[in-house]
């Protein structure tokens, strides 16, 4: 009877996978970056029907705007149908404008006025 030799073979070590490092994220300037751009319209950061006078408004970002290029406060509603706009000085302003277009349209207002006195 003959032995037989049995060989082992060498386990090589599995290759390290590189891992994968980390990019910082880019730092903030501090400034916003959002763009108000509703439907194709730059600076434009909502539109709605109003309840009271049936008529379309439009809140703008005057900074984005070309419309507004140059107005004093950054904020803008405007009376789409009939061409009137009030300038805001924050977001939550225009939105209650919003509200009570009245406030800011004078065709708005006598058209209220119009309607009111026939309810009545």
């Given at each position: ?13 599995a ?43 439009s ?15 950054p ?19 225009a ?23 026939k309810?009545?």
């Amino acid at each position: 009877m003959t032995a037989t030799k049995t060989t082992t073979k060498k386990a090589t070590p599995a290759k390290a996978e590189p891992t994968p490092t980390k990019k910082a994220a880019p730092k903030s300037s501090g400034k916003s970056t959002a763009k108000y751009n509703v439907a194709g319209y730059p600076g434009l950061a909502r539109t709605v029907r109003s309840r009271l006078s049936g008529t379309q408004l439009s809140i703008w970002f005057t900074a984005e705007a070309p419309q507004f290029k140059g107005a004093s406060k950054p904020w803008a509603i405007e009376c789409e149908d009939h061409g009137k706009s009030k300038l805001c000085d924050t977001r939550t302003e225009a939105r209650m404008h919003r509200e009570d277009p009245v406030t800011f349209c004078p065709t708005c207002k006598a058209a209220f006025k119009r309607t009111s006195k026939k309810a009545a």
